[in-house]
């Protein structure tokens, strides 16, 4: 063999390998032995909210969750007038003037048999009377995102069935901005990444999905795109240079003369726009009721989010004019990460309510990456069940951050568990708080709306399995409960005064209680 031959030879294994290497590195680890949630059966089942809010007037977006063997028939009963619900996609649309609540009955069947669910539409003041459910690019995509990777999303969102369990928005973060103009002199998408928003967007609803989009007060936004203000009456953007002093790189963003907020508003109404995340810091009253106003008067319930770190002191105030606040900075895949959001809550808790949600940020399962490294999430499994476990217990928004078109069964698994995420959506819209801590082991529960009580079994520590009791006095209950494993949906027995178990390093048993008749 010539040296010539020697070298290429040695040159292609070289590639194999490195081929290899990459794969091994970025490919999922197999964690099916982890999985937990039982599939769903071919019989209909309704999941998702029980509880619909909607401003008088203004059309209703809601399609019902349902897992079952397809086709599927949808109806309802005690529709009120202006309301009609699609047979066949299960979607509500239509319009109510009158405030008040409205109380339906939703109705699947499909070859296997059928189900019906209490509704409740409340025509008022408030939406989002349970925490929104979905996705955001950024934690995936971060400054890459285009319209063909939100779509791809989408589509996966359908086709994995995360849509029949409540998964619903489709929010684009930062970096779609181009210029501003149009004939409302709005902010106008970047041609070369998303060539048509009013497309996209049609192309979501069809899906029975809905769209949110990404804006800041300041002239221009963290990823150095064009903002809602500006220094000159044209609205014309000026990239600020960035400055770094002694190896620092400094953000000079500052909220401009000239504000915008009512022609952004209208072009995101007019491409039926159904969540904001509207992003700055430090987050004030006057940019934020000035959003909320012209929200709120524009004709379309749209979700109002805003982000980051929204200061504690001054919660009262923000919470009356807002969906949802984040309520610190931004998470990444690793155990401190999470583990730093998991018992400091409870402070936020007295100023959340329906309609009104603490957000400790989007979650980190599946598959991630920032822009520059996809690639599966760094949490264990055990860390994994403790994410979705917490986001549920503290009801809070559950928008997920990963690339859906590379979902594996064991990261659907955590996502389509209906009665944990029952948690989540529950009507009476509490928070879990720490009611035991014993070093880094504990218990969060909560009250349902039913009178159930949910609970999660924390160990956050590093000294392997520990045994974590929940105590019937730390709740003020007495007598005999019978506990629900809610990640097997499986009854462990009765018990009396207390119940223990063994639960894994940085792991969770989720529970519920109900009384025994």
């Known amino acids: 063999m010539s040296f010539k031959i020697l070298k290429l030879s040695v040159g292609i294994l070289l590639s194999v390998l490195t081929v290899k290497a990459q794969t091994a590195v970025t490919a999922p680890p197999d964690n099916s032995a982890y999985i937990l949630t039982p599939k769903a059966g071919p019989a209909p089942r309704i999941n998702g909210p029980k509880i619909f809010g909607v401003r008088p007037g203004h059309p209703i977006v809601f399609t019902m969750p349902v897992t079952g063997i397809h086709p599927l028939k949808f109806s309802a009963m005690g529709l009120p007038a202006g309301v009609k619900l699609d047979a066949v996609t299960g979607r509500l649309s239509g319009s109510v003037n009158k405030t008040g609540t409205y109380n339906l009955v939703l109705i699947a069947k499909n070859s296997a048999g059928n189900d019906k669910r209490n509704f409740r539409l409340i025509v008022g003041e408030e939406i989002a009377l349970t925490p929104p459910m979905g996705w955001n690019s950024w934690n995936i995509y971060a400054s890459s995102v285009t319209q063909d990777l939100l779509l791809a999303n989408a589509k996966a969102m359908v086709g994995s069935g995360l849509i029949d369990h409540g998964w619903s928005y489709m929010n684009i973060d930062d970096v779609w901005q181009g210029e501003r103009g149009g004939p409302l002199h709005a902010i106008q998408p970047n041609p070369a990444t998303f ?153 936020w808790a007295p100023y959340e309510k329906p309609g009104h949600w603490n957000d400790p940020d989007m979650m980190i399962v599946g598959y991630v990456g920032w822009g520059n490294d996809p690639r599966p999430t760094n949490l264990t499994p055990d860390e994994q069940y403790t994410h979705v476990s917490a986001w549920c217990l503290m009801s809070v928004p559950l928008l997920l951050g990963c690339d859906m078109t590379k ?91 207390e119940f223990k178990t063994d639960v894994n390093q940085h792991g969770v048993v989720m529970v519920s209680l109900r009384k025994v008749k």
């Open 195 to 347: 060539p048509d928003m009013q497309q996209a967007s049609n192309e979501i609803h069809n899906m029975g999905l809905k769209i949110g989009i990404y804006s800041t007060p300041w002239t221009e936004s963290y990823a150095h795109h064009v903002g809602g203000s500006s220094n000159n009456p044209e609205g014309t953007f000026v990239k600020t240079p960035v400055v770094i002093p002694r190896n620092k790189k400094l953000m000079p963003y500052a909220i401009g003369q000239y504000q915008f907020v009512d022609n952004d508003v209208k072009q995101w109404v007019e491409w039926n726009i159904d969540y904001l995340k509207y992003d700055w810091n430090p987050i004030e009253m006057p940019e934020t009721k000035k959003m909320f106003e012209a929200l709120r008067n524009s004709g379309r319930d749209i979700v109002y989010s805003l982000s980051n770190s929204t200061p504690f002191a001054s919660i009262g105030d923000l919470s009356t004019v807002s969906n949802a606040w984040r309520t610190g900075g931004d998470i990444r895949d690793s155990w401190p990460s999470l583990k730093s959001r998991i018992f400091t809550q409870d402070k």
């Open 407 to 497: 979902l594996d069964e064991f990261t659907l698994s955590l996502l389509t568990n209906d009665e944990v995420l029952a948690v989540n959506q529950d009507a009476a819209g509490k928070q879990a708080t720490v009611i035991s801590k014993q070093g880094d082991n504990g218990v969060m529960a909560k009250t349902m709306e039913d009178g159930t009580i949910a609970a999660g079994l924390f160990n956050l520590g590093d000294n392997g399995k520990q045994q974590v009791t929940l105590t019937w006095a730390d709740m003020q209950l007495s007598g005999k409960y019978i506990v629900r494993d809610l990640w097997r949906q499986k009854d462990l027995g009765a018990f009396d005064g």
